[in-house]
């Protein structure tokens, strides 16, 4: 293990996709905030009830338990607000679900110009068992030992 660490150089290919992957990291985290409240201020605002529970709906992660003419009016207002914001999203889009599967595909391309590597392939690590589990750790390992070659590239 120590002579591939000190021999190891990462490829161009390998930087780029772990500075994409901490890119989309980044802008996922900055986003997370600003959607949550967005998405919690127009719950706030609507007052749509579960259709099961008939409960007041207030956690965004829940938006799927309402009425189909309730969601309409959810819809409605997020993008609305999506848009005055700042986020440039069709209509019936989620800028945060828009950045976390982004992020996802960094993370794949980055484990995958490792295969030379790991012999692994980004499908085979998440079909595992704890395969989700897997791949984060296998990507925060991936970004640890990359990270220290973007500065010089």
């Known amino acids: ?7 190891f150089k990462p490829s161009h290919t390998m930087i780029n996709a772990a500075k994409n992957c901490l890119a989309q990291q980044a802008w996922y985290e900055t986003i997370l905030p600003t959607i949550k409240c967005i998405q919690r201020e127009v719950l706030l605002k ?3 009830l579960d259709k099961r529970t008939k409960e007041i709906i207030t956690d965004p992660d829940n938006a799927w338990k309402m009425s189909d003419d309730d969601f309409k009016d959810y819809e409605a207002l997020l993008h609305g607000r999506y848009i005055k914001e700042g986020f440039k999203v069709k209509f019936g889009y989620c800028p945060l679900l828009i950045s976390e599967r982004e992020l996802t595909q960094s993370k794949k391309i980055l484990i995958d110009t490792m295969e030379p590597i790991t012999a692994l392939q980004s499908m085979m690590i998440i079909n595992a068992r704890n395969g989700l589990k897997l791949f984060d750790d296998f990507v925060e390992i991936t970004l640890r030992l990359i990270a220290p070659y973007i500065k010089e590239h």
């Open 46 to 48: 609507l007052r749509p």
């Open 1 to 7: 293990m120590n002579n591939l660490s000190k021999d």
